[in-house]
């Protein structure tokens, strides 16, 4: 495994509701290794977005207790002031936001958004030449007519041009870290695979860390090198992406992989399911966190909280049955 381009360590974040505190993330502690592309799964509120968030330091006012810590190059990000966290974003980490059109300005054509989110990296280069770089970005995820288009509106665009266009700009930064929260969600398959294709090849040129935060494991199966499994805002079995898929220790690991369609699924065929829901975050039961709807559950797993153990080099999984 590669040195470590963040460590993220003991990380746990609390927001307040109206039901009481919400412990979104609990304990969690992993690296993400220099040029490697990290897939982390796991159904919705297990944590994934808030965990994108907090590296970059984007939590909503809710927030009510920020614990651990996140090394870059020395640093704890967790603690860094305001000015120095705003200096690393869409420089040193960008981010593909789930939804575009909330995370670009209506009020901006594309061309002057484009511009300006490379402005950061390289605020000695012409307009002339970033507007040509944001012309050659556009076609390459697969907007027509690019050069005219740079001159429209986000409104102007479709759900799925619009998300487009936010990889177009986050892979514009070249930054050393990019985050996508589920950049495929608006695409129809064709172009998804186009995505998938882009982002790998970009990936070797820039030679970036990449996290892709998706609910599809043949996504994450397609695109990344390394595995992250969050389950109710723990982190269940972390490893390289083709020993998981492979052989996956982890209880939930093996239902999110049995749940997923493949082609060969027949008309009739009944879909798997895992029975249950994810817990409520406000009041934690004690012991697994997935101990409600483990099919292997004993007992003392309702009794004590399983250590996320090492299984080889790069394995890790929180199972006190394994």
Do not use: W
């Not at 998981?244 to 997923?260: Q, V």
């Amino acid at each position: 495994m590669n040195d470590p381009l963040l460590q993220i360590r003991d990380l746990s974040v609390h927001f307040r509701t109206g039901n009481g505190t919400a412990e979104v993330l609990r304990h969690v502690s992993l690296d993400l290794a220099r040029g490697r592309l990290v897939g982390v799964v796991g159904e919705s509120g297990s944590g994934k977005s808030t965990l994108a968030a907090t590296l970059l330091r984007l939590l909503p006012p809710n927030l009510a207790r920020l614990d651990g810590a996140i090394t870059f190059e020395g640093r704890n990000l967790l603690t860094l002031p305001p000015a120095e966290t705003e200096a690393l974003r869409g420089t040193r980490f960008a981010m593909i936001f789930q939804d575009p059109m909330t995370a670009l300005n209506p009020v901006f054509t594309i061309g002057n958004q484009l511009v300006e989110f490379q402005r950061a990296k390289q605020p000695s280069a012409s307009r002339a030449d970033l507007r040509a770089r944001a012309v050659r970005m556009l076609a390459r995820v697969g907007i027509a007519d690019p050069a005219r288009r740079l001159d429209d509106y986000p409104h102007e665009f479709s759900g799925g041009m619009r998300q487009r266009v936010m990889i177009a700009a986050a892979l514009l930064t070249e930054a050393d870290l990019l985050i996508a929260d589920e950049p495929t969600t608006a695409l129809d398959p064709t172009i998804e695979a186009q995505i998938v294709a882009l982002m790998r090849e970009l990936h070797a040129e820039i030679g970036s860390t990449m996290m892709l935060i998706s609910h599809s494991l043949g996504l994450v199966s397609q695109l990344c090198d390394d595995v992250v499994v969050l389950y109710a805002g723990t982190v269940v079995e972390t490893g390289p992406m083709a020993e998981i898929f492979r052989n996956p220790l982890h209880p939930y690991t093996r239902a999110l992989i049995a749940c997923e369609i493949g082609h060969d699924v027949a008309r009739g065929d009944r879909l798997a399911s895992i029975p249950g829901e994810v817990p409520d975050v406000t009041r934690v039961p004690p012991g697994c966190i997935f101990a409600g709807r483990c099919p292997d559950v004993v007992p003392a797993c309702r009794e004590a909280v399983p250590e996320l153990r090492a299984f080889g080099p790069d394995r890790r999984a929180a199972c006190s049955r394994l």
